[in-house]
Each structure stands twice: as structure tokens, then as C-alpha cells.
T-cell receptor, first 112, second 110 residues
Framework: KAGVTQTPRYLIKTRGQQVTLSCSPISGHRSVSWYQQTPGQGLQFLFEYFSETQRNKGNFPGRFSGRQFSNSRSEMNVSTLELGDSALYLC???????????FGPGTRLLVL | SQQGEEDPQALSIQEGENATMNCSYKTSINNLQWYRQNSGRGLVHLILIRSNEREKHSGRLRVTLDTSKKSSSLLITASRAADTASYFCATEGGNTPLVFGKGTRLSVIA
């Protein structure tokens, strides 16, 4: 069974631009969660989607948004990029609540 | 904000030795999970222990959970150089997402 895939793997953007990251979950998984990882703040939860509905949202500004499609694939968007948005963005999928989350390799975003 | 706090922050051991990492958390949980991350890559799930379980084993891994002390430990026996990584605990409560600690950096020296 294929694992969680994330595209692109690496991205360089400049301040003020916007970016869209994509995540394809493991087949059959309906829950997709997004996390931001930085050296200073560690792993922080962004949001979680289940069956196209946002079920939970972390403490991030409205510039961070996401969505989930009917095939469970998910995208997250960051608008008006700031230098502090440079991070590793990780996506994880699971069957549902309180089940093991399987992580993708991440997208490393560098904002210049 | 972090829920889990791993201890120690960094650990260096010789190959063949055992490595023990601890995790403390603050609020009640439904389960606690341990993950491994190699050098800024994706996280690999190691083990999930539910709040009604006290101990779980998986290969060379042993995880304990003490809900009265709000703590967990991860023991890696007979460590190998390939075990060198960062290890994170993450807690999951009712209707709340996974909350990660800042991790323990383990170095296993051959």
C-alpha cells in the first residue's frame, strides 16, 4: 500500500507570495491532518479534515487555510507569506479519530 | 502549545546499550503515541498506547504509560546506529488533535 505523499518536496518563495501544498493520504484513510515543524516551535498542529469537513483547527492566523476533496486528498494554502512561515510542513493521514497517524515526507518551504 | 515534554532533550549512547526516553504530559489523554524522525524528514509511527494500557512492546521497543503520573517512557533495547534520530511523544485527548512534545535527540555511536 502506498504511503502518504506530499508535493512538492521543496519550495522557495518570497515574502508576500502565496503557496499551495498538496497531500495524498493512504488509500482508505479519510482523515488528513497538517502540521508545521520549526526548530523554535517544534511540531504544531494546523488543521484536520475528515470527509471534506474541517474538524479541528490549530492556533494559526487566517493566512493558513486548507481543504479536503472527495477523494480525501488535501491541500493547504498559505497567503501573504512571511519569513517565519519557513518550515517543514507535514501531512498525516489516518482512518479516523484516535487511530495511528501516518506521516508523509513533508514539504520544506523556504521564504526569502 | 506543547502538551508532552520529553526528557532528556538529547541522549548519546554506545551501540548495544539501552536508551530510555521519558514523556510527561499535562491533561488527561485517550492515547499516547511515539514517533521517530530522521534528520528533518517525515515522522515514522512507532507505537500507540491507549489510556487503559500500561505497557506495550514492539520488537526492541517497550513503552509504558502511567496515567496517574501523566508520564510515559520509551525503551529501545540493544540500540543500533540506525536508531539515531529524534523521538517524539504525542498525546491525543477527546476530540483534540495530536499534540507533540519537542522531542529527544538520540545519538547511537558505533
Amino acid at each position: 500500500k502506498a504511503g502518504v505523499t506530499q508535493t512538492p518536496r521543496y519550495l522557495i518563495k518570497t515574502r508576500g507570495q502565496q503557496v499551495t501544498l498538496s497531500c495524498s493520504p493512504i488509500s482508505g484513510h479519510r482523515s488528513v491532518s497538517w502540521y508545521q515543524q520549526t526548530p523554535g516551535q517544534g511540531l504544531q498542529f494546523l488543521f484536520e479534515y475528515f470527509s471534506e469537513t474541517q474538524r479541528n483547527k490549530g492556533n494559526f492566523p487566517g493566512r493558513f487555510s486548507g481543504r479536503q476533496f472527495s477523494n480525501s486528498r488535501s491541500e493547504m494554502n498559505v497567503s501573504t507569506l512571511e519569513l517565519g512561515d519557513s518550515a517543514l510542513y507535514l501531512c498525516a493521514s489516518s482512518f479516523g479519530w484516535e487511530e495511528t497517524q501516518y506521516f508523509g515526507p513533508g514539504t520544506r518551504l523556504l521564504v526569502l | 502549545s506543547q502538551q508532552g515534554e520529553e526528557d532528556p532533550q538529547a541522549l548519546s549512547i554506545q551501540e548495544g546499550e539501552n536508551a530510555t526516553m521519558n514523556c510527561s504530559y499535562k491533561t488527561s489523554i485517550n492515547n499516547l503515541q511515539w514517533y521517530r524522525q530522521n534528520s528533518g524528514r517525515g515522522l515514522v509511527h512507532l507505537i500507540l498506547i491507549r489510556s487503559n494500557e500500561r505497557e506495550k512492546h514492539s520488537g526492541r521497543l517497550r513503552v509504558t504509560l502511567d496515567t496517574s503520573k501523566k508520564s510515559s517512557s520509551l525503551l529501545i533495547t540493544a540500540s543500533r546506529a540506525a536508531d539515531t534520530a529524534s523521538y517524539f511523544c504525542a498525546t491525543e485527548g477527546g476530540n483534540t488533535p495530536l499534540v507533540f512534545g519537542k522531542g529527544t535527540r538520540l545519538s547511537v555511536i558505533a
